[in-house]
């Protein structure tokens, strides 16, 4: 055994500590001291204790296995019901913005057509206002038609591409 500054033996201690993988620790399980007759009989020996920590993370729409399994133990087909639980909530999620995605499409198509049909219009009061004299109103409402339909095109496309590289990255 090992001597201390003292010229005293040391004593050496060593802990059984439970299994790590387990999910559920007990917080007042005994440890094993190897190798020691006691300390109470020897001046001058500082006693020391460790503690371990074990901290578990798990995320996700399921609880842990080994806690499934626990469930499980404790109510049968418990672990069964669970999964389903699950399965029918991603299926239902899944079914939602399925939902939200088609309206979202056959919105953006509105949005499309109104937007054709409104500069349609106004270009043609345009050509109908440079027939009747008013050359210069005419020309103004073509043009206003025609850059707003371009700048909106330019602000799509740079959007569209941004999102591209956004999902990319």
């Known amino acids: 055994m090992p001597v201390n500054p003292q010229g005293r033996i040391a004593h050496q201690e ?3 500590i439970p299994n790590p993988l387990a999910h559920e620790l007990e917080p007042d399980l005994p440890i094993e001291i190897k190798g020691s007759s006691g300390t109470e009989d020897i001046p001058n020996v500082k006693r020391q204790q460790a503690f371990v920590e074990m901290r578990m993370s798990h995320s996700g729409p399921l609880p842990h296995p080994s806690i499934l399994q626990s469930y ?16 029918l ?12 995605i088609k309206a979202n499409i056959l ?25 009747s004299g008013k050359q210069t109103s005419g020309i103004v409402a073509i043009l206003t038609a025609l850059a707003t339909l371009a700048g909106i095109f330019v602000y799509g496309s740079n959007r569209q591409a ?5 999902k990319r990255s």
């Open 107 to 131: 919105a953006q198509g509105r949005g499309l057509n109104y937007a054709f049909t409104l500069a349609l219009v106004t270009i043609i009061g345009g050509i109908f206002l440079a027939y």
């Open 72 to 87: 499980e133990a404790i109510v049968p087909g418990s672990a069964a019901r669970i999964l389903t639980s699950s399965e």
């Open 14 to 16: 060593s802990q059984v």
């Open 162 to 166: 941004a999102e591209r590289d956004d």
């Open 89 to 100: 909530q991603a299926k239902h999620r899944q079914e939602l913005e399925s939902s939200v």
